[in-house]
């Protein structure tokens, strides 16, 4: 009965390669979102998905690119890691405007790039 | 873009008294105010939330106050316990559905017994 599930939960990998992380939720909602928290625990917006549509493109680097096949699922897609993107990345839904909904978060990928 | 400031970052209190954490914003288009809490290692879960139509809300020990005119919003745990122990964000969202959420710096709260 997972709302929001990512994979993997860990992630360790080598500068330079190419790494991919996965989001689902069940939970009917419209909009998918993914977040950074660095080691400071800053938690910070990257982009958010609405049926499928890109809505919010934050100040991110073209090395990370969103998927979202349909609007169950939204994919991250990381190429060239460097070590600054080592951070723990939660993926997380909400229902459709109007109204502001509660945003569900995903229970986190940590990646380590070495 | 909207900025959010959040004091204090860090906060110990002595269980049962009361904690306070402030926020403050600069985007007066901001108009949905949510808190979440994050225990070590979980995710972030909303524990209660304002639009800016409200000015107070309450939720058993949690109570969230706005103030629309100073752009400041606080969080007020009462009669507090061991396992509030977390650290608290809060958060401004802007636009017809407030999606884009942007967060404080977070407050570790720790509850002393």
């Known amino acids: 009965d997972t709302a929001v599930s990512q994979t993997p939960k860990y992630l360790v990998t080598q500068m330079g390669n190419d790494k991919s992380i996965k989001c689902e939720q069940n939970l009917g909602h419209d909009t998918m979102y993914w977040y950074k928290q660095d080691s400071k625990k800053f938690l910070k917006i990257m982009f958010s998905?609405?049926?499928?549509?890109?809505?919010i493109n934050e100040t991110v680097p073209n090395r990370f690119s969103p998927k979202s096949p349909d609007k169950a699922h939204l994919n991250l897609h990381i190429n060239s890691l460097e070590l600054g993107d080592s951070a723990v990345y939660f993926c997380?839904?909400?229902?459709?405007?109007?109204?502001?909904?509660?945003?569900?978060f995903g229970p986190g990928t940590r990646l380590t790039v070495t | 873009g909207e900025n959010v400031e959040q004091h204090p970052s860090t906060l110990s209190v002595q269980e049962g008294d009361s904690a306070v954490i402030k926020c403050t914003y600069s985007?007066?288009?901001?108009?949905?105010f949510p808190w979440y809490k994050q225990e070590l290692g979980k995710r972030p879960q909303l524990i209660i939330d304002i639009r800016s139509n409200v000015g107070e809300k309450k939720d058993q020990r949690i109570a969230v106050t706005l103030n629309k005119t100073a752009k400041h919003f606080s969080l007020h745990i009462t009669e507090t316990q061991p396992e509030d122990s977390a650290v608290y964000f809060c958060a401004a969202g802007e636009g017809q559905g407030a999606q884009k959420l942007v967060f404080g710096q977070g407050t570790r709260l720790t509850i002393n017994p």
């Open positions: 997380a839904s909400s229902q459709e405007p109007p109204s502001p909904r509660e945003q569900y």
């Open positions: 985007d007066s288009a901001s108009n949905y």
């Open positions: 998905y609405n049926n499928k549509e890109l809505i």
